[in-house]
């Protein structure tokens, strides 16, 4: 996939942006880099190969220093909600910002 200054264009309308003629070029040539090393990566053939769950697991056992994920603080909802100034079955009450 190749970009061209006119997708740059497009695309910094849709974003809002200005952007100078020098600045399209620099966004353009290193958007088309970006999208050449995907084509390079997509062209590997991984068939067989496990995805990894954690980018270090490829050098190391990464099981043994992830921490269990556990609840380490008590629930403090009702204090934390004694402070609002509505709240309904432990939910917080705003008022309706969008019709």
Known sequence: MSLTSSD????????RLELQTAESERLLSQLNGFFSIVEKMRA??????????HPVAAIQDVTLRLRDDVVSEPNQREANQKSAPAVERGLF???KVIE
């Open 8 to 15: 740059i264009a497009r695309i910094a309308n849709l974003a």
């Open 93 to 95: 009450l705003v008022p």
């Open 44 to 53: 590997v053939d991984t068939t067989g190969i496990e995805p990894l769950a």
